[in-house]
């Protein structure tokens, strides 16, 4: 499945750049800077969606000891991170011309950090317990502590007054996003997907041959790779 997700991949990230940078047209108020949704949008959908696919899977792992579901925790915190950076650093490339600043303590920016700073905790607990099992047990407590803050991201422009704008896709009926800027973006979203697909596969290959390396089937394997 790798390269199917890898070529998927790659055909839908094409199209929707093609898609956001010349075919939909600039935002009557934000201009050419709107250009940045079509990657900050899917990158911050990204960093939710990674959080709960590593703490289903770390739940799985925690009751079923199912070592696939741990591997597929462990692989998808690193991705996860990367997203959610990418998402507060385009985020504030957005916030300098729209705000006049690169941060604010906005309740949606402040709780995407403390996603990232989730993230970077599970990742350190993982690597500071020498036995992968241990590990993943450890780190799966925090990760289903840490879920709560996953509603306030999404509801926090609800909750709060915050300077941050309101959904416009995903809000009830129909979008407030012209179509003609609506369909690059869930290109672009669906593509963020994908590769999200494709980096957990390549990576859990590698983690599952690492743990496995004195197992005689990857030995067999490494024997016939020879051959």
Same mark, same amino acid.
């Given at each position: ?25 600039? @935002? ?40 696939? +579901?741990? =591997? ?11 997203? /959610?950076?990418? +998402?507060?650093? /385009?985020?504030?490339?957005? !916030?300098?011309?729209?705000? !006049?600043?690169?941060?604010?303590? @906005? ?39 840490? =879920?709560?803050?996953? %509603? ?5 422009? @609800? ?6 704008? %309101?959904? /416009?896709?995903?809000?009830? !009926?129909? %979008? ?12 672009? +979203? ?38």
């Amino acid at each position: 499945m790798i390269p199917w997700f890898g070529w998927i991949t790659v055909l839908l990230l094409t199209a929707g750049l093609i898609g956001a940078l010349f075919l939909s047209p600039p @935002d009557y108020q934000q201009g050419e800077s709107v250009r940045i949704i079509y990657i900050h949008v899917p990158a911050a959908w990204m960093s939710m969606f990674c959080y709960m696919t590593m703490t289903i899977a770390a739940v799985i792992g925690l009751i079923w000891r199912i070592k696939l +579901a741990e =591997v597929v925790a462990r692989v998808s915190a690193p991705i996860g991170a990367w997203f /959610t950076f990418l +998402a507060l650093v /385009t985020g504030s490339l957005w !916030g300098k011309p729209m705000w !006049g600043t690169y941060w604010v303590w @906005d309740a949606r920016l402040t709780s995407e950090l403390i996603l990232l700073f989730l993230y970077l905790g599970y990742i350190a607990l993982q690597n500071a317990i020498e036995d992968p099992r241990s590990a993943a047990r450890a780190s799966a407590i925090l990760a289903i502590v840490g =879920v709560v803050n996953i %509603p306030i991201i999404k509801f926090s422009v @609800d909750w709060w007054n915050t300077l941050h704008q %309101p959904a /416009t896709v995903s809000k009830m !009926g129909t %979008p407030s996003i012209a179509t003609s800027m609506l369909i690059p973006l869930l290109i672009m +979203a669906v593509a963020f997907m994908t590769y999200f697909g494709w980096l957990v596969l390549k990576k859990a290959r590698c983690e599952v041959l690492h743990r496995e390396r004195n197992s005689a089937w990857v030995k067999h394997l490494i024997e016939d790779s020879k051959h």
